[in-house]
């Protein structure tokens, strides 16, 4: 849920929140609170309003950079995702392809429902304080902050937006609403955690910077670059599982994508080896097994969503018959 007026029904500065069914709630009120003592309640909701704007426009870039991509794929002969799109009825020099908004749930993106905010946020902050594409000999420039509120600060006020969600569900006291309201306290204590974390690392660079000798810079450097290292192996750990994860899912839907298909192909091929002298060129025999295909009722799904279908073209079961000859090594009559 993004920020929508949560914090008119509850206070960010002092508002009370239970201690029941969920015991470390007033103890995450009250550390993001320490966290935003100098911040009134009209800063409080301008961050939380710019966490959302910037949480929002990024599951809608990582949507619309999938489109694109799809799109691209597509338009280059990838007949896998036409699922994806369809046409806006304009002629040929006119019209063009468009993408089904129902289709949005097959896109293999991170997306609201299966992103926290948190973790949303984290990929922004880490993006925007990110030098490595600074032009070459240009000087590494200082933290930018948010006029809103430092990066911890921001944290902890998405923590206290997120507590109060968990408490508008909780006012639902079956299993699902208190199990939806528990999602929304671990995701508040994920986000304040986080902000202490980023509290203590700019206290610690700042007492470097200004305290520190050599030596212990050093020494604090070497610490610093061992953690790294360790963040990234535990990073690279969980995205080789999400990538195994996905590469099965992927394969699954394929397979389900190709199950018309192949099908088809096979009664094409097996109709077609009866007599493969029968016509002198892989495209008389496309455009003869095409017709075929449809006087035995085969077509393949065009649209999962309103169960529309399509025909086989004659070029593609010409593909077929040309691809299988090649394998099998026939030739053609020239």
Known sequence: MFFFKQFQGFDPQAGYVPS?????????????????????????????????????????DLKDCEISRLLSEFEGGDETHV?????????????????????????????AENCS????????????????????????????????GFRHE??????????ADAMERMVDKSKYGLSIAGEYAIKAMDAVCYAEHLRETDWIESYIKKKANAELTEALQKQRI???????????????RVLTQK????????????????????????????????????????????DWLETQGVFHKHSRENNSYEWYTPRTVTKWIRDYAKEIGFLFRP
């Open 20 to 60: 029941r069914p969920f015991t470390y709630l007033p103890e995450i009120a009250y550390r993001a609170r320490a966290l935003l003592r100098n911040r009134t309640a009209e800063q409080i909701e301008t961050a939380a309003k710019r966490i959302s704007e910037e949480v929002d426009e990024y599951f809608r």
């Open 83 to 111: 699922e994806f799109f369809e046409w806006d009825g304009g002629t040929r020099k006119n019209g063009r392809w468009v993408f089904k908004e129902e289709a949005e749930g097959e896109l293999e993106i991170l997306t």
């Open 226 to 240: 061992e953690q790294q290292e360790w963040i990234r192996y535990c990073e690279k750990i969980r995205k080789e």
């Open 117 to 148: 905010e948190v973790n949303a946020l984290k990929t922004i902050i880490e993006n925007r304080d990110s030098c490595f594409f600074l032009p070459e000999g240009a000087p590494e420039p200082e933290r930018d902050e948010w006029p809103e």
């Open 247 to 290: 590469s099965k899912r992927a394969k699954e839907l394929n397979a389900l994508r190709h199950q018309d298909t192949n099908k088809a192909k096979n009664l094409v091929i097996g109709e077609w080896n009866k007599n493969r002298n029968q016509f002198p060129s892989g495209e008389q025999a496309g455009l003869h097994y095409a």
């Open 154 to 163: 921001l944290f902890a006020v998405l923590s206290l937006w997120l507590l």
